[in-house]
């Protein structure tokens, strides 16, 4: 999984940073002198984080990791990736690039009369209801928000994907959200010896429109995927750093997806059932990638919006009216910002579901909902956080740290079913190296309690984050997640002014002349409380802090033009891949000076502090 | 200036506004801070994918052609399709969709204050300075003074409350034709045109089909929204027919009629009603385009999905053709109704267009 040609990269790297030297120099000049200043005094000083005993700086050991991880791509080497992956982890915890806050926590409550699986930390949106039973009733009921589309190429949002789920499928998935790989439309894969080839051989399945599957489908599916103009995830299939399918490009036709040669994607059918996959580069995380809904079979041909295809639907139908999976459900109808249903399947290739249907009533209002929900007429559910009471959570974890127990009573005087699940998502502030000096955002992890911030903005619902990697997919399991959260050095969950203070008066800051800089937030609540906390606990401290709030897109923007000093994002796994995070941290590849053409890690400038030491 | 070459004049001014306000859309949407391309892609986004959907989405065309492109969509009614909220859904059909439902609660927002808000007010008017005026009066106020949001969220709660006879008496969801929520989008499939003849160019519907069971559950439905909506509106009236049928009562032609004999009964009904309404009918008309707006709140508590929720959507996830279009819808509403004021006036008040 090569992402760039690094030797190039470094030399339009090195030419683009002189000539931007001259806005940002005092900053850079800033960031070097304080930064060779501190890196004794972090591991003297603090000494908690020196227990790994690596002298190099943390740039550069993440640089390294990241190269190793590129440069194992084995299935055996697992082993090797998964200590670079804690290694990338450690550089970030240590030089503080970036300060992980919370994982969201899943819920889902429901009543008795219902009997469904539990679901595991990539979200309930997976699951496809098959064996879920409800008691004196033929329907599940739920409550959706907004949906945007029905097209699998075209949804990404979890909304779409709830329903897409239920009548599409792919090679693999992830049962009920767990993450633990499993086939759905494959009976084997064959991989060669370069790691380059697979080879999968399908099942038989039917199509909702009567079709029988076969390899041509999977072909026609993924050419969507990665040609047609409404497809938004093209990048998964294409891009280097996810799967990577050999295609061809003319560079003329213009960017992304426009440019690959139609029919040149190295997906072919060699028979009816046998499907053959060609990588540019080995990657381990392949089949996981597959997993994701975009890469779910279609009948060949149709809809209508690639090249050789007339197609029996436009794409605008396909989106909204019609649908055509191997999945249990088959659309019965989706009135946009109303509702959307789906009716059971008897000629799916597995055992057919229990259900006769599953309706979804979409209401995004946090009232509505709540009214909704005590009427009765939804059996599975989530608790608007307005209404949501801490107290009435009575749930032990069970063996894969998931919250199992009851929730009640509801207004209605019920006591339901409840679920927590940690996601595989993580909410953090961030910095810029270019801007920020280490002493200041180790100070910042010091004076934030992770537990107050649950406490105060989530009203205990959400996860504690001290690093990046979830615990649901920590290399390791979650005993080597412990043994990483215990050794945290910058005094977890609780607000540590005093190692502040000497840190900052250290690295020469005072009252008088305090560091200044700026947390830009978008439009959060979470991260509105966590910078308005964050302002208050380092008033007294020489740091010196305004904050700002901006749109989203404006703050995308602003992050890849470099001009971030202190900012919150976040990031979502859509498969068990840690590298699907990591490769953010890669310092090349945090040059906002390439993003987001050239490179596409996180807004860090992280490469400044490649050679400091 | 005679009243019909006033009424043609303002008609033709309406023209410049709808290009100014199209205009208007254009920069503010466009120029503004919302990147529909950000909503699309979320936190996952990489540049290369931002791009490629700018492209795709004609966002890197120089402006002046972004901005013919959109006012052309608009004259010609080629509204384009959504980028963000529906992905693909062409605004047309999205318009089809969602406008019935705010039609069907404005419909019932302006009918409901006129028969509870201006009967209560002449009855006020007829009962001057007693206590019945004053509880009437008193009352509209303080209904006036309740925020929407607030009065909806509180007759839900109230209403849920009687799942299963409550403390009010009566199981809403019982009462008249049985509901499973006291809110949601009212059915409007009860009528519907089951049979088209064509001809020559033109289909005309020959086959009806009505359900009265599905009306009665459309009208059940959106009664307590409607009531919400309506409630400023209502309180208006209320006041100002009161002081309407005084100021009536009070004039030359009713001492007059008095003084000719006629019994109370016909100066009521002839004279005193038929007068007071006409400062009332501006009054509605106006209303009409307050509930246009004001229904946002009201439709996302009442967990109805109609235009003014897929607005708020679209401007909050810049999706420039559907907002620009429902904007645009709107304003045509607005000045169309401007229009027909202007002509009200013309046909009822002599006095319009001598203003020298």
Known sequence: MVRNDSSSDERINRRRFLQAAGGSATAVALAGCFDSDDGEDGDGGNGGNGGNGDEENPARKAQNAWETIEENPDEDAEDIRNEAYVEIEEAVRDDMILLPLFHNLEERMWYDRVDVAETGPLGGHRQQHNDTTVEGSDELRMINSQMTTLDPIQSTDTASGAVINQMYENL???????????????????????????TFTLTDAQFHNGEELTADDFVYAWRRLVESPDSQRANFAIGAGFLGIEHEVDEDEGVGAANVVPDSLAVEAIDDSTLEVTLANPDPAALDILAYDSFAAVPEGFVDDIEGYDGEVDQQEFSTGTAAGTGPFELDGWEPGTEAR????????????????????????????????????????????????????????????????????????????????????????????????RPVRQAIAYVTDHDELIEIVFKERGETAFSFTPPGMWPGGE??????????????????????????????????????????????????????????????????????????????????????????????????????????????????????????????????????? | MSRWRYFIKRTLLAIPVLFLVMTLIFVILRMGPLDPVASLLGPEASGAQAEQIRENLGLNDPLWRQYIDFITGLLTLDLGQSWAVYSGRDVLDLVYIFAPRTIWLGFWAVLLPIFIGIPLGFYAGLNPNSWSDYIASFSGIVWLAMPNFWLGIMIIALLSQTQGGGFLGFDWYEFGPTTSSVLGTPPLDFVGVTDWTSLGMIAIPTGLFFDPGTLAVAIKVILPAALVLGSASMATELRIGRTAILETINSNYVETAKAKGLSGRVIIWKHVFRNALIPLVPIITNEALLLLGGSVIVEVVFAINGLGRLFYLAAVQGDLPLAGSLIFVFAVITISLNVLQDLLYTILDPRVGYEQ
């Not at chain 1, 499993?182 to 010896?193: F, K, M, Y």
Request: aromatic residues 14%; without cysteine; negative net charge.
């Open chain 1, 342 to 437: 789906v009716t059971r399947f008897d000629d799916y290739h597995g055992e057919p579901a229990e259900l006769e249907s599953i309706h979804w009533q979409i209401i995004e209002d946090d009232n509505a909902i709540w009214t909704y929900v005590n009427e009765g007429n939804a059996d599975l559910f989530e608790i608007p956080t307005p209404f949501y009471e801490p107290e009435n959570v009575d749930a032990e974890a069970d063996d894969t740290g998931r919250e199992v127990g009851t929730y009640g009573p509801l207004e209605n005087g019920e006591t339901v079913n409840y679920l927590g699940v940690a996601e595989l998502s993580t909410f953090y502030a961030a910095f810029n190296a270019r801007h920020v000096p």
């Open chain 1, 172 to 198: 693999v998935h992830y049962p009920n959200g767990e993450t633990e790989l499993e086939n759905q439309l494959v009976e084997g894969v064959d991989v060669s010896d370069d790691l380059l080839t697979y």
């Open chain 1, 479 to 613: 005993d080597a997640y412990q043994d990483f959260v215990d050794e945290w050095p910058y005094s977890p969950n609780e607000t540590d002014r005093q190692a502040a203070q000497e840190l900052l008066e250290d690295a020469g800051y005072s009252d008088d002349d305090p560091f200044e800089m700026t947390i830009t937030t978008y439009d959060d609540e979470a991260f509105q409380d966590f910078a308005g906390l964050t302002r208050d606990k380092v008033a007294d401290l020489p740091i010196d802090l305004s904050i700002e709030e901006t749109e989203f897109g404006t703050l995308q923007n602003r992050g890849e033009d470099g001009d971030l000093e202190f900012y919150t994002l976040g990031w979502i796994w859509s498969w068990v891949d840690p590298s699907y995070g990591h490769f953010g941290f890669e310092p090349e590849n945090t040059n906002t000076e390439l993003i987001p053409e050239e490179a596409d890690g996180y807004y860090l400038d992280w490469q400044t502090e490649l050679d400091d030491e």
